[in-house]
């Protein structure tokens, strides 16, 4: 699977009722870990005061990632996606250790 470094906005729509923005998000979050025990998301933060998410997911290709990945997310209609492919650096330390 390729990695990809994915920026979520989520804009909820004027008027939607509380009550769908909160089952939208009680949904999200089941979906969220169904796809962290895919292996398809691996990663995810949120900056500091922010409202946006940033996050390391994996598929393997973008189409693949936007559609059958983030695509399925209870909350994707009100999300806009900003995907970069990542590819490992010769560097890169691997995952801190705990």
Known sequence: MREFLVQITTTVPEGTAQEEVDRRRADEAVRARELAATGNLARLW???????S???WRAADEAELRE????TLPLSPWMSFDVTALDPHPND???AKG
């Not at 949120?46 to 946006?52: A, K, L």
């Not at 059958?68 to 695509?71: C, S």
């Open 68 to 71: 059958k990945v983030l695509g």
């Open 46 to 52: 949120r900056p500091v005061g922010e409202s946006r």
């Open 54 to 56: 940033i996050g390391v």
């Open 93 to 95: 330390p691997g995952p």
